[in-house]
């Protein structure tokens, strides 16, 4: 059983050099296996759009400019030259300022807990724009941008508020009721509420919208588009793209009539950004990011309409989420473990555009009667991933993750499991869980938070459970924030949505494939491969063949049409995790 195996996953990147013990079952005689993956850096493409050229010579900045944000280059101008910039997490869990002719990590990812990212301008009254991040277990934090073009500038924070994982979208639009504060929504199954900025915080919620907000997939706070001075939201359906202006109103719905600015071709783009002005001309744009990781530019015209696109530049994939972008943020597993039948394991990492990189070497000696293996969720508020092994020897959970390397006995576990699954969060605190299934119940293992142990297990179902010969599931597969599960028996493919309760962590089963589903020799769920926060699934068969799933956020059409990535060859791993 490879207790001491070591590693560290961020975006299933694995790095450094080390050994792995396994121990055969029934005795104390050990193998060795050495891991030597590199940790690759990451990509950085240019940012680059028209009228960004005077952007090399950052201006001098005012210091006594009150809180409030008057311009929408101003909710991002991170160098103050006039133009608005970007921020984003990339696959590692570093968060970067780009500001075009350079950049920087102003959040290693070792100071790292983001999940999402927001643009709220300035709010601690310095005249320099801030930063919102959202962790996974609901913190919203406020990161001070006076250092923002410095490597580690925004590690500090203060927390504004907790409770956040209730909602599966926040968004700051700007200035909706026209007082100079930013304000916030927050989406939930419930509906749309507004929580009015107070200039260094947020107010009391109000609700402003039911749940047929939920329809979009997209939602993005766009400030002044109409040019009224009144900031405006941006919403993406199935149909195409919508904008809702503004009305200043205090108190109450604060939009007026939507309209529609696009249509179906929007729905090439996995990731919608905007709130700021990047060409510096004093109205707001919006960046577009498609699967292939191509970030396209729309000019607002300052009417709530927008030039015709403008390609970019290429190779934004790395980038897991984007401040300010429109989608709902997926955390904690990008990416699978493979397995061959004499033990060797490596790794391959998710791209952003639906493929899988190179392989990685894990090491060898993961011998398959020794453990099963188990890629989950990440068990802590860091991100990586986490590799468990389930030993056939003792029963035990193992957590192989090298922060976990003094204290590798995860939960005690039985004999009887014949599967363990990490989807993700299951009782809605925003710490990943964990399911074992036997041949007579499944159980629910509730996480800490530290990856270092889990809290006692309870019987969520009984031996009905056994129909099924997969249970995967790594995030939310019908956009409603709560991770999900999918299961798989001889008559087809079942969906389970996620309740956020731990006593019944699923609603009723949805069919969502048939018997066709039989012919996959491996199913697994690697989280979000495509950038665009939804789960997906991967395939393969006998052949060799690896197919992508790419998820669609539909409760009773989950998935879009297989997509080929892999020719041949994948019929070399018994274990894809």
Not at 12 to 33: P, Y
Not at 117 to 136: A, F, N, S
Not at 295 to 310: I, Q, S, T
Request: contains cysteine.
């Amino acid at each position: 059983m490879a207790t001491a195996a070591a590693i560290v996953c961020a975006g299933l990147m694995v790095s450094g050099s080390m050994t792995i013990t396994a121990h055969a079952a029934g005795n104390d005689a050990a193998t060795h296996g050495t891991v030597t993956v590199p940790h690759a850096a990451p990509s950085h493409p240019t940012f680059s759009v028209p009228g960004r050229e005077n952007a090399a010579a950052p201006k001098p900045r005012s210091l006594t400019r009150a809180a409030g944000i008057t311009t929408p280059a101003q909710r991002a101008d991170f160098d103050g030259d006039g133009t608005g910039d970007l921020a984003y997490r990339d696959a590692w869990g570093d968060i970067y300022t780009d500001w075009g002719y350079d950049f920087t990590a102003a959040i290693p990812a070792e100071s790292s807990q983001v999940k999402d990212l927001l643009l709220p301008g300035d709010m601690t009254g310095d005249g320099r724009p801030d930063l919102l991040t959202v962790t996974p277990t609901g913190s919203l934090r406020l990161h001070s941008g006076a250092s923002a073009t410095y490597e580690g500038g925004m590690t500090s924070y203060t927390t504004l508020s907790s409770g956040w994982q209730a909602y599966n979208k926040l968004v700051v639009p700007g200035d909706l009721n026209g007082d100079g504060k930013s304000d916030l929504i927050a989406r939930s199954t419930a509906g749309l509420f507004l929580f009015p900025g107070t200039g260094t915080n947020f107010g009391k919620a109000i609700k402003i919208g039911g749940a047929g907000w939920s329809q979009f997939d997209q939602l993005v706070g766009a400030d002044d588009l109409t040019g009224d001075g009144v900031a405006d939201l941006v919403a993406r359906n199935a149909s195409g793209v919508y904008v809702y202006p503004g009305n200043g109103s205090v108190a109450g719905y604060p939009f007026k009539t939507q309209f529609k600015i696009g249509g179906t071709g929007w729905l090439q783009y996995n990731q919608i950004t905007g709130g700021s002005d990047y060409d510096g001309n004093g109205t707001a744009d919006l960046m577009a990011r498609g699967f292939d990781g191509t970030m396209y530019y729309y000019e607002g015209k300052g009417n709530g309409f927008f030039e015709d696109r403008l390609a970019t530049t290429t190779g934004w994939g790395s980038v897991s989420q984007f401040a300010g972008a429109g989608n709902q943020a997926a955390y904690g597993k990008a990416g699978v473990f493979a397995r061959t039948s004499n033990g060797t394991l490596y790794a391959y990492d998710g791209t952003g555009t639906g493929k899988l990189s190179t392989k990685y070497l894990v090491g060898t000696g993961w011998a398959r009667s020794d453990s099963r293996l188990t890629h989950s969720v990440s068990l802590r508020s860091y991100g990586e991933s986490t590799l468990i092994a389930h030993s056939t020897y003792d029963g035990h959970l193992y957590n192989a993750a090298m922060y976990a390397e003094n204290d590798t006995d995860l939960a005690a576990g039985s004999k009887s499991y014949n599967l363990v699954v990490g989807p993700g969060d299951l009782n809605g605190d925003g710490k990943s869980d964990l399911l074992a299934r036997s041949s007579t119940a499944l159980y629910f293992y509730a996480g800490n938070g530290d990856g270092l142990s889990m809290k006692g297990r309870v019987q969520v179902g009984g031996s009905g459970w056994s129909q099924y010969n997969k249970l995967v599931g790594a995030g939310d597969y019908n956009l409603d924030g709560r991770a999900d599960l999918l299961a798989r028996s001889s008559a087809g493919l079942f969906l389970y949505p996620g309740t956020g309760k731990a006593a019944t962590p699923f609603g009723t089963r949805v069919q969502v494939g048939g018997s066709g589903w039989s012919q996959y020799s491996n199913l697994t769920a690697p989280g979000d491969i495509n950038g665009d926060g939804i789960a997906d699934l991967l395939t393969s068969n006998s052949k060799g063949q690896l197919f992508f799933y790419a998820g669609t956020g539909v409760t009773k059409t989950p998935f879009k049409a297989r997509v080929t990535i892999g020719s041949g060859g994948w019929n070399q791993y018994p274990d894809l995790v």
